[in-house]
Structures are given as structure tokens and as C-alpha cells.
């Protein structure tokens, strides 16, 4: 199994910045793809942003430019950096690892989430 941890939420104003982590922990020996998505109250879960263990990244149109996704693959960490950050970001955010794999785990691979930390942006 695998734990991830997200922290780094929290409440701005508008045009400030956060910076979320993603710590990844457990049985496992490699991760496809690290993610983050956010819920909005009233909304469907959407992708934010995704970043390949070979380096590729993937944005949403909504946060191209503002936000930009990294990873720490000897720390198994995932970070999602947000500047000039707007009320429409307020939601809960997620990490994903996606293509997990590890001794007796599917041989596509797993997906595991994180339990979510809340960014509220004010105007």
C-alpha cells in the first residue's frame, strides 16, 4: 500500500501564492505519474496538473502560467507551486500516484489519493 500526505493548504488573498507537498510512503517500488486535482464545492474533481517520473508535465488550461508542478522522485515527493492565485482556485486539493508499482501489486499498476488539503483564496 501507499500513503500520501499532502500539506501546504491554506487560506490567501488573491494574487498570493501556496506551495502544496505531496509525500509518498509505503511498499512500493516506482511511480508512473504524480498528480494534483481540486474539488470546488458543487463541482466535479478536475485534473490540475500531472508530472511523469521521465520529467513531462501536463497543466490545465485554468492554471497554465500560474502554476507549476515538480517532483522529488529520490523523496517520493510531489509539489504543485501556485502563484497569482484567484477566489476560482478555492477548492480541495488532491494528490494522485498514478502507475504505482511494487512487489505483488497489479501488474498495471495502482492508483492511490491523498486525503486532500483545502486552499481558499480570497477576493
Known amino acids: 500500500q501507499v500513503q500520501l500526505v499532502e500539506s501546504g493548504g491554506g487560506l490567501v488573498q488573491a494574487g498570493g501564492s501556496l506551495r502544496l507537498s505531496c509525500a509518498a510512503s509505503?511498499?512500493?517500488?516506482?511511480?508512473?505519474?504524480m498528480a494534483w486535482y481540486r474539488q470546488a464545492p458543487g463541482k466535479q474533481r478536475e485534473m490540475v496538473a500531472t508530472?511523469?517520473?521521465?520529467?513531462?508535465?501536463n497543466y490545465a488550461a485554468s492554471v497554465k502560467g500560474r502554476f507549476t508542478i515538480s517532483r522529488d522522485n529520490a523523496k517520493n515527493t510531489a509539489y504543485l507551486q501556485m502563484n497569482s492565485l484567484k477566489p476560482e482556485d478555492t477548492a480541495i486539493y488532491y494528490c494522485?500516484?498514478?502507475?504505482?508499482?511494487?512487489?505483488?501489486?497489479?501488474?498495471?499498476?495502482?492508483?492511490?489519493w491523498g486525503q486532500g488539503t483545502q486552499v481558499t483564496v480570497s477576493s
Open positions: 508530472a511523469s517520473n521521465t520529467g513531462s508535465t
Open positions: 494522485a500516484a498514478h502507475g504505482v508499482y511494487g512487489l505483488g501489486y497489479n501488474p498495471d499498476g495502482l492508483n492511490f
Open positions: 509505503g511498499d512500493f517500488f516506482s511511480i508512473n505519474a
